[in-house]
Nanobody, 123 residues
Framework: QMHLVQSGGGLVQAGDSLTLSCVGSGHPYSRYSMAWFRQAPGKERLFVAAISWNGGVTYATDSVKGRFIISRDNEKKTVYLHANNLASEDTAVYYC????????????????WGQGTQVTVSS
């Protein structure tokens, strides 16, 4: 069983950067692929970025490529989302997710979810 606890987020200005963190308590954490999704008010939950169990494979949705970076530290059982040059359209609740298997950009793949954290970008 995997339990995910998120931290980070908040209110920032356009152009600012922030880092979201997600700590997992499951074992073995290193076998899980991890991802970040986001959900704006009234919208569906959308894929942001994913990372393989060992960090060797990462990919992101086109709208954040070159701005957001996903990384993980398996010793700390933590996955990060480094968000740079934030824009108002990045405003959403961000969720981390874990899957015991190959990473995916589809929310239905992931069984384990963090509690969500609000990111608000003010222009």
């Amino acid at each position: 069983q995997m339990h995910l606890v998120q931290s980070g987020g908040g209110l920032v200005q356009a152009g600012d950067s922030l880092t979201l963190s997600c700590v997992g308590s499951g074992h073995p954490y290193s076998r899980y692929s991890m991802a970040w999704f986001r959900q704006a008010p009234g919208k569906e939950r959308l894929f942001v970025a994913a990372i393989s169990w060992n960090g060797g494979v990462t990919y992101a949705t086109d709208s954040v490529k070159g701005r957001f970076i996903i990384s993980r530290d398996n010793e700390k059982k933590t996955v990060y989302l480094h968000a740079n040059n934030l824009a108002s359209e990045d405003t959403a609740v961000y969720y981390c997710a874990a899957h015991l298997g190959t990473s995916s950009r589809y929310a239905s793949t992931y069984r384990h979810w963090g509690q969500g954290t609000q990111v608000t970008v003010s222009s």
